[in-house]
């Protein structure tokens, strides 16, 4: 994709991109530049692979996103990056529930949910794991991981995405997130174990 194909699009005679002034081009492409990249990624961790597919995804996500502050306004968006990221992250669900019926979830009591700053020491220890040696390692076991607990600790630990974000990137809720990034943890902690990495 690259940003190229995303301004070849819009610079075409029928696109309307051509009626922006040139500090609202420049603002987009500085966008394009800032999250092309970690859209990608995401996008293609939260697929299994980078592939063109994904780079459609992003490309249809800046697409949408051009076509949101053509019609309302750049004021329109107040976090630019939460919404490119919840964008990405629902074009690939909607994709998901098109291809295979997505499971559904009983409704549980959080009990014993771990705080946010149990959670952060988590995230620090597999952080440290992810940036050493073992990293590769631990990106393989977060592609072991059930698609809903993959989703949220690539948010979390690979974006650096808070709970709050995760919650408004993805549409749930924060108990639930937590819940998910809790059973994530363990299981990538046992396949880590197994392997002999911790």
Not at 91 to 108: H, N, Q, S
Request: net charge neutral.
């Amino acid at each position: 994709m690259r940003i190229y194909s995303v301004l070849a699009i819009l610079e075409k005679p029928s696109s309307d991109f051509q009626d922006h002034n040139l500090s609202d081009k420049e603002r987009f492409v500085s966008l394009l530049e800032q999250f092309e990249s970690p859209l990608l990624n995401y996008v293609g961790r939260l697929m299994g692979s980078l592939n063109s597919e994904a780079e459609d995804f992003v490309q249809d996500t800046f697409l949408k996103f051009h076509k949101k502050i053509k019609i309302d306004g750049w004021e329109s968006i107040d976090s630019p990056s939460n919404w490119l990221f919840r964008v990405a992250h629902n074009l690939v669900m909607d994709a998901g529930r098109k291809k295979t019926v997505e499971k559904k979830f009983k409704e549980f009591k959080v009990k014993n949910t771990p705080t946010a700053d149990d959670l952060e020491k988590e995230f620090n220890q597999l952080d440290i794991l992810v940036r050493e040696e073992a990293g590769k390692k631990a990106l393989e076991a977060l592609q072991q991981l059930p698609e809903e607990e993959k989703r949220v600790l690539l948010l979390k630990i690979i974006q650096g995405f808070t709970l709050k974000e995760i919650s408004e990137i993805t549409g749930e809720k924060i108990g639930k997130i937590a819940y998910r990034i809790n059973k994530g943890l363990e299981k990538m902690y046992s396949i880590l174990k197994k392997s002999g990495i911790v």
